[in-house]
Each structure stands twice: as structure tokens, then as C-alpha cells.
């Protein structure tokens, strides 16, 4: 006896797993990798501020720069959610990709803003 399934039928009743139950798993990688984001974030702002650490204005551009940051930072589960839409499976590569490319992104331009905005802290690196 040969049984045909219904190639209409739902994924669910078919005993497939949906790729988009993937969301949970990935936005929740995305929250470990938060963690080393931030602390990469953290160490170069305090390298780069280091000449202005007991400026106020320092630490007011610090936090607003970390707010920004972190509001970018949701682009990358998006991206990835999409790519696993797309492809139709996880695609492993995408998460390293995407949180290299935001995390090189973020620390320039947090070392560009903060170099510029206080440059005394050029002298710190000899220059």
C-alpha cells in the first residue's frame, strides 16, 4: 500500500518542524552573545576615554552610545530570523558573520566618537 501525503498540508500535521520555531533559539543566542558585544564595547570606550574618564560629558556620550548600540545590536536576530526564513533551515555561519561585521561596525565608530569628541585622549596613546 502506498501512502501519498498531501503536499498542501501544514507542517504541523506532517510531523516537520517549522523553521520559524527557530525564532526563540535564535533570539536567545543572540542574548548570550549580548554579553561579549557589550564587554567589547565597554573595554574600548574605557581605552579610548581614558584621558576623560572623570568628564561628565564622557559618561553622558558613554550611555547614549550604549543605548544606540544596543538598539542596533537587535538588527543582527532580525537578520538572522530572516536568513533562516529564507534558506528554510539555520544557517550557522550567519550569526558568526552578522555579530563579526556589527561587533567591528560598533567599536569603530565608538572609538571614532569618542577619539573626536575628547581628543586629549590622543596623548594616551602617544599621539
Known sequence: MI??????AS??????KPA???SGEVFFAWERLRVVYNGV???LTLLCG???????KFWSTAVFGAILTNVCF???PVLEGYATWFAGRRVPWVRWGLLLLGQLFAAGLACTVILNAFPNN???FGL
Open 122 to 124: 590622543w596623548t594616551v
Open 11 to 16: 507542517p504541523l500535521t506532517t510531523g516537520e
Open 74 to 76: 537587535c538588527v543582527g
Open 50 to 56: 581614558f584621558g576623560s574618564l572623570a568628564d561628565p
Open 41 to 43: 564595547l565597554v573595554s
Open 3 to 8: 501512502v501519498v501525503q498531501n503536499p498542501y
Open 20 to 22: 520559524s520555531s527557530d
